[in-house]
T-cell receptor, first 112, second 110 residues
Framework: KAGVTQTPRYLIKTRGQQVTLSCSPI?????VSWYQQTPGQGLQFLFE???????NKGNFPGRFSGRQFSNSRSEMNVSTLELGDSALYLC???????????FGPGTRLTVL | EDQVTQSPEALRLQEGESSSLNCSYT??????LFWYRQDPGKGPEFLFT???AGEEKEKERLKATLTKKESFLHITAPKPEDSATYLC???????????FGTGTRLQVFP
């Protein structure tokens, strides 16, 4: 069974640009969550989606947004990039809310 | 406020030297406590889920235990391939949100 896939794996952007990251969950999984990982803050929750609905949102500015499609695939978007947005962005999927989350390899975003 | 604290931050062990990692937590209504392993540049790899105090789970050289306030990850006779960062996370009821600790970086040398 294929795991969680994330594309692209690496991105380099400049300040002020916007970026879209993609996540394909494990087949059959309907819940997708996103996390930001930085050396200083560790893993921080961004948002979670289930059946195309955002169920919960972390303490991030409105520049961070996401969505989920009918096939459970998810995207997150960051607008007006700042240097501090440089991080590893991780997507995790689970069968349903509260089930074990399985993580993808992440997208490494560097903002110059 | 829901919170997870892991200790120690870093741990160096000689191959075969057993030890334990600690995860202390406060959460309003625990749904589950999770242990993950993360290698550099990779996503966290799921190890265990614990749901209630007194529960224990084992996998190879690893054993996880849970009380009402903390969890331990015991590593018996570790090998160099066990070197990684071990992350603890809690999940409150009615949410998928995981609250992570900052992890314990384990190095096992021959």
């Amino acid at each position: 069974k294929a795991g969680v896939t994330q594309t692209p794996r690496y991105l380099i952007k400049t300040r002020g640009q916007q970026v879209t990251l993609s996540c394909s969950p494990i087949s059959g999984h309907r819940s997708v969550s996103w996390y930001q990982q930085t050396p200083g803050q560790g893993l921080q929750f961004l948002f979670e989606y289930f059946s195309e609905t955002q169920r919960n949102k972390g303490n991030f500015p409105g520049r961070f947004s996401g969505r989920q499609f009918s096939n459970s695939r998810s995207e997150m978007n960051v607008s007006t990039l700042e240097l501090g947005d440089s991080a590893l962005y991780l997507c995790a999927s689970s069968l349903a809310i509260g089930d074990t989350q399985y993580f993808g390899p992440g997208t490494r975003l560097t903002v110059l | 406020e829901d919170q997870v604290t892991q200790s120690p931050e870093a741990l160096r062990l000689q191959e075969g030297e057993s030890s334990s990692l600690n995860c202390s937590y406060t959460v309003s209504g625990l749904r589950g406590l999770f242990w993950y392993r993360q290698d550099p540049g990779k996503g966290p790899e799921f190890l265990f889920t614990l749901y209630s105090a007194g529960e224990e789970k084992e996998k190879e050289r690893l054993k996880a235990t849970l009380t009402k306030k903390e969890s331990f990850l015991h590593i018996t006779a570790p090998k160099p391939e066990d070197s990684a960062t071990y992350l603890c996370a809690v999940q409150a009821r009615n949410t998928d949100k995981l609250i992570f600790g900052t992890g314990t970086r384990l190095q096992v040398f021959p």
